[in-house]
């Protein structure tokens, strides 16, 4: 049984994310719909970036993500189809698969402008029902990715650029929140090849996390590896490093919002 | 694989959902059940009656939907189970299937009192559980509705009026919201064909749309196709008439609520 | 097709729950995964376990669920699988079963400790996904519980105490709100039993019900059974005492509070 996952900001008060299983299971009567979630913020592209690059590598060979982060739907902006790592990416080309083409083995990708695989009439303002839903599932039925639309390299799509933290010469990482979490953690775009390179491969060298005025000195282990109501650093299950508070919520905790720097320093 | 849909007001907090398809899987367990949406509001039947009526068609011929909005459970009222549309559709009988049963092809309508499809025993406090749920996935199984009560006719169910907008004689429209969405996008009960008739078949005519003491002359094509945080009128996905604002939330904007009035005028 | 259901407080806003179904479905792609619910209240180790003693009822045998509130993963609390009224639980052993351990029919119940059925590398922040999910998957797919780890018994788990209401020796029972569900309504951990026991075999005694210096007299059948906006009690859904408010929000209209109390006298 093939799969197909859905990760968009549709949120789940309306019929928006149930009428596209509808359509993809009127295609595909056969595929597993996942959702991965629909509360990216509101047109939020560098969050569901962050989220795809981060979820796509727990699920099997073949699996087709749909991403509908779409603030400029119905315009001329293109919806693309890429295979990546064995798994296939549809989305709009709007930015929201940036850290998945910057992967190494991107083969192949194509502008997906095969009407005969859209619902007809295509609406001009809900193109995840009408093109990404059903191209999706005829993608996953097998239907190869050329028979969408002409084949397009890296540097046709649009890529978001400084998504990821930056290291600066003396090895002081300049990063930011870019998800907080149903607990309040904050998650940042701090990786762990970031934070080795900052330590200069020297793992015992103590790593100081600085959020507004306040240092949080070493990374822990667990998010209950220090007192209750106490702030830590951790790498997170997305391997990227987070800020937490045993048993409490970090976002009230240093009254935190999306975009806050944070910065490392060894 | 045949398909069941749960269009509820019963949000997603508690285990209701959750217990709702451990019965459909019980009594069917190769059916695939889709979610429409649990964020109805608290027992807003009209809110219900609407989005069932836009979500059905998009899913395919022997779907089994369950809406389940009953403020009334455990009192007098029935339950119906109609196929319209070469579709199945199982409710309480109060109204929140009225656009599904106006439309033409109702064929055939039962009132369900076999109880042979129930859980035993049946709680007055959750039939969502205890009837609808095994009902509909013995209809998901191929049961005939005659075997689950006797047949009735649309007069023999509850109905209500007022639903959709009115056209004057003037061509003016008297609508009003009966939905915000997730993005603060504000639905009203203005459809395509009543907009047409207002412009007496003559599309060139600029359409004017009332809401508050404001005008908005036009409709748009896309959400994006105004200036950022300007306020628009566009058909929606619904094909119902929405106000949205670019990038920006109509609910905040106008300070709206459910049941405000909408105007259009020629 | 076998059943996998999650019950976690991980909420809906991020990817943790999708990419435990990722997991999951790498395991076993034939199995139906349910969610019951993701919304308990953050680290709720009492409420989740009475939710899952609802929940279980109603799926068929066979049912493997998923019990994640794990406020010590990465810590030295274990995690265990057992099997009760031939259905499968794992969780980690924090006392999120002890009502399900409480029940008579306990067999086997197992430490999981074999590490070839979890992800390699295991983190230390997301056991759900890194042991539970695909030990869960595993079970489903018909694996021995023995095969994961040596076999406990009920005095090995953590078991909470306290948490079912006491009956006093002159029949009052003083219990608690142990969750407020979407609608507002009050559920106790006052069962039936308990109140069958606190009526002496009497069912003709009328039941009177304390919440803060409120008292309701008799038990409703229904929701809709007394004036709107009138409060009642009742025997909910969960075959567990509950307060609600006819059309109306019992958690508004008594300010009420998880853990508030809720006495019954005869």
């Not at 309306?14 to 996942?34: C, F, Q, R, T």
């Not at 397009?152 to 002081?172: K, P, T, W």
Request: proline share 4%.
């Amino acid at each position: 049984m093939s799969i197909i996952t859905l990760l968009t900001d549709f949120g789940l008060d309306d019929e928006y994310v149930g009428v596209m299983k509808g359509v993809i299971l009127s295609v595909n009567p056969a595929v597993a719909i996942v959702d991965i979630t629909h509360r990216i913020d509101n047109q939020d592209i560098v969050q569901a970036a962050f989220t795809i690059h981060s979820a796509y590598r727990f699920f099997p060979d073949g699996t087709v993500h749909l991403v509908v982060v779409d603030p400029d739907v119905g315009m001329e902006r293109a919806i693309i189809a890429a295979e990546i790592h064995r798994q296939f990416f549809i989305a709009p080309d709007n930015g929201v698969l940036s850290l998945m083409v910057a992967d190494a083995t991107v083969w192949p990708m194509v502008r997906v402008t095969n009407a005969r695989y859209f619902l007809s009439p295509v609406s001009r303002t809900f193109h995840g029902r009408d093109k990404i839903a059903p191209v999706g599932a005829h993608v996953s039925k097998g239907i190869q990715l050329k028979a969408l639309g002409p084949e397009i390299g890296r540097a046709d799509v649009v890529c978001l650029e400084g998504l990821q933290a930056e290291v600066s010469e003396n090895g002081e990482i300049i990063g930011r929140i870019v998800a907080i979490d149903h607990f309040g953690n904050l998650i940042t775009n701090i990786d762990t090849a970031r934070l080795t390179q900052a330590q200069r491969n020297d793992p015992a060298k103590t790593i100081q996390v600085k959020i507004g005025c306040r240092i949080i000195r070493g990374l822990s282990e667990t998010y209950a590896g220090v007192a209750q109501n106490t702030p830590l650093a951790l790498i997170g299950s997305r391997e990227y490093l987070e800020i937490a508070v045993n048993r409490g919520n970090a976002r009230r905790f240093f009254n935190a919002q999306k975009d806050d720097p944070v910065q490392v320093m060894v």
